[in-house]
């Protein structure tokens, strides 16, 4: 089974530019969430979503929103880019929530510049 | 609030020593979940450890333990006879069952193992 999938792996975007991510679950689990991890910190919690209703949010600015579609998979958008939004971005999907556990992908890593 | 403390930033051994890495958490809620990471270099976090607050039950798995006491909100791990591919930053993560499947993670424990 595929585990979790997220589009680029890489990106280089310029300030006050729009940046779209995207995250495809492990098939079947129906929760996925993203995280912001700067450089030499924990990852920082964003949003959750649910059966594609939005279950909860971080303390992030509006300028980033995000969607599930139908099948699951997630796209998060980030707009009028700052240089301090470049991090590795993690999204993680469960079956459920916590008492499944969280799988992760391997993150898309964001520089602007 | 939920809040991880990871102590130690970061922790140098030599192979085959052990080591612990600490943790601790602040929660309100009674019902909740604690889990460890590890992330390499290439960034993606791998799974090694939940346990719910209501299972006080060490557990081991092969060179890796954990311990958990509610009494002192700590969840601790560690790594017997260490080895080069265990240097990792691993961190620990706290998720309330009404939190909607927030993570809070700690800050980080660099572990290098030198050979």
């Known amino acids: 089974d595929a585990g979790v999938t997220q589009s680029p792996t890489h990106l280089i975007k310029t300030r006050g530019q729009h940046v779209t991510l995207r995250c495809s679950p492990i098939?079947?689990?129906?929760?996925v969430s993203w995280y912001q991890q700067v450089l030499g910190q924990g990852p920082q919690f964003i949003f959750q979503?649910?059966?594609?209703?939005?279950?909860g949010r971080g303390n992030f600015p509006d300028r980033f929103s995000a969607r599930q579609f139908p099948n699951y998979s997630s796209e998060l958008n980030v707009n009028a880019l700052l240089l301090g939004d470049s991090a590795l971005y993690l999204c993680?999907?469960?079956?459920?929530?916590?008492?499944?556990?969280?799988?992760f992908g391997s993150g898309t890593r964001l520089t602007v510049v | 609030a939920q809040k991880v403390t990871q102590a130690q930033t970061e922790i140098s051994v030599v192979e085959k020593e052990d080591v612990t890495l600490d943790c601790v958490y602040e929660?309100?809620?009674?019902?909740?979940?604690l889990f460890w990471y590890k992330q390499p270099p290439s960034g993606e976090l791998v799974f090694l450890i939940r346990?719910?607050?209501?299972?006080?039950q060490n557990e081991i798995s092969g060179r890796y333990s954990w311990n958990f006491q509610k009494s002192t909100s700590s969840f601790n791990f560690t790594i017997t006879a260490s080895q080069v591919v265990d240097s990792a930053v691993y961190f620990c993560?706290?998720?309330?069952?009404?939190?909607?499947?927030?993570?809070?993670f700690g800050q980080g424990t660099i572990l290098t193992v030198h050979p």
């Open positions: 993560a706290l998720s309330e069952v009404t939190s909607y499947g927030k993570l809070t």
């Open positions: 993680a999907s469960s079956l459920t929530g916590p008492a499944n556990g969280y799988t």
């Open positions: 098939s079947g689990h129906k929760s």
């Open positions: 346990r719910n607050s209501f299972d006080e």
């Open positions: 979503y649910y059966e594609k209703e939005e279950r």
């Open positions: 929660t309100r809620d009674t019902t909740y979940y």
